[in-house]
Structures are given as C-alpha cells and as structure tokens.
T-cell receptor, first 113, second 118 residues
Framework: AQSVTQPDIHITVSEGASLELRCNYS??????LFWYVQSPGQGLQLLLK??????LVQGIKGFEAEFKRSQSSFNLRKPSVHWSDAAEYFC???????????FGTGTRLTIIP | DSGVTQTPKHLITATGQRVTLRCSPR?????VYWYQQSLDQGLQFLIQ???????AKGNILERFSAQQFPDLHSELNLSSLELGDSALYFC?????????????????FGPGTRLTVL
C-alpha cells in the first residue's frame, strides 16, 4: 500500500546531542519529500524539501535531510539539538500534478537537559 | 508567521451542531487546502480549492463542505457534528495548485482551529 512511515513515535535526546528522525515512503514513483515541524499550539512550518538533484538538502534551523532512493528514505538530521527543537516532526510527500500532502504519523521529540 | 490566518482559534460546540471555520490565504496565493489533524487519523487532507473552484478532494465526509470566495478566503463548513469530529483543522495556501504546472508549490500553513465537540 502507498504510505509514508515514521517508525518512531517518540524520541528523547539530550541537549547538544545529534538527532536523526526516520521517514520511509512506499510509492511506485519517487515523490516530492518534505519535513514539517509543529511546535505546541502552532501551525506546521516547512523545514526542508526535496524535489530532485543533490540528495542532501539543507533546511532551516540547522536541519538537513538525506534522500536515499535505494532505501526509500528521507531521514532528518541535526548535529546538535537545542531545547527549542522540542516539537512534533512530520514527514510528508506530494506528487507532481497532485498538490495534496500526505503526512506520516509524526515523531514527537523531547529534549532533556 | 506564515501569512495564513484562521478564525476562530478555538471552537467548542455540541453534537449535532454546525460550525464554520474561516481561512484567509497569503496575499497572492490562489490555492487553499484544508487538513484535519486528529488523534485517530493523524494529519489528513480534506479538500483543495483553486481560484474559487474545487481542485481535489480527500477524505472529506459528506457532512463537511467547503468553498472559496472571490476574495480567495475559504470556509469549511462542518454539520451534524459528532464527537469524533473534534480535531485541529488546518488551512494552507500556495501560489497556485494547478495540476500540470512544472513545479510543486510550497504550502504555507495557518495556526489551525481547534474544534471540540461535546
């Protein structure tokens, strides 16, 4: 079945530690790929996106993501997390000619001092 | 601030009632999308309008309807409300959502309307 999977429901990371959030997709074609962040009481903010080209994309707030076609993955990374990164993170996909976004179930990130 | 505004921020109502959620897209954006975020279903696409016309439909119940007005603001109407309709409803906008364009236009999300049905 076509889907976007975020295997980790909740991740806890110490402040200053590195972070990797996983995202896998299952579609016949490679979709456009996105990572959004939702802070408590806020809307969704786009962190970064991948359409084509360089498989390592840089985003806002020091985040990056790597597209791996062979693994159907688009994992989000940050070398050193800050307490303000605590939020819910959503991976999403879209397709050319079909503008709707399909979201994964989200990963809640907790930062401990 | 994404530039997309949604009103009201919170809405509490009873089962069987009808409510209207309002969305104003970013200046210049022609396309509006509605999404529902619930504990059961996660974030789901409901419907898209482009320049006043319905463009795409997702998992939207028949009790729900939407429209986009000439000034491009959009309203989502939810009727015969049930407890399970309690959710956060997001509106997003993009420059255009016209299928067939050569690029994918980023969607900018509003802060959402939290609907509680008692």
């Amino acid at each position: 079945a076509q889907s976007v999977t975020q295997p980790d429901i909740h991740i806890t990371v110490s402040e200053g530690a590195s972070l990797e959030l996983r995202c896998n997709y299952s579609y016949g074609a490679t979709p456009y790929l996105f990572w959004y962040v939702q802070s408590p009481g806020q809307g969704l903010q786009l962190l970064l996106k991948y359409f084509s080209g360089d498989t390592l994309v840089q985003g806002i707030k020091g985040f990056e993501a790597e597209f791996k076609r062979s693994q159907s993955s688009f994992n989000l990374r940050k070398p050193s997390v800050h307490w303000s990164d605590a939020a819910e993170y959503f991976c999403a996909v879209g397709f050319f000619g079909n503008e709707k976004l399909t979201f994964g179930t989200g990963t809640r990130l907790t930062i401990i001092p | 601030d994404s530039g997309v505004t949604q009103t009201p921020k919170h809405l509490i109502t009873a089962t069987g009632q009808r409510v209207t959620l309002r969305c104003s897209p970013r200046s210049g954006d022609l396309s509006v999308y509605w999404y529902q975020q619930s504990l059961d279903q996660g974030l789901q696409f409901l419907i898209q309008y482009y320049n006043g016309e319905e463009r795409a439909k997702g998992n939207i119940l028949e009790r729900f309807s939407a429209q986009q007005f000439p000034d491009l603001h959009s309203e989502l109407n939810l009727s015969s409300l049930e407890l399970g309709d309690s959710a956060l409803y997001f509106c997003a906008s993009s420059v255009d959502g016209l299928a067939g364009t050569h690029t994918y236009n980023e969607q900018f999300f509003g802060p959402g309307t939290r609907l509680t049905v008692l």
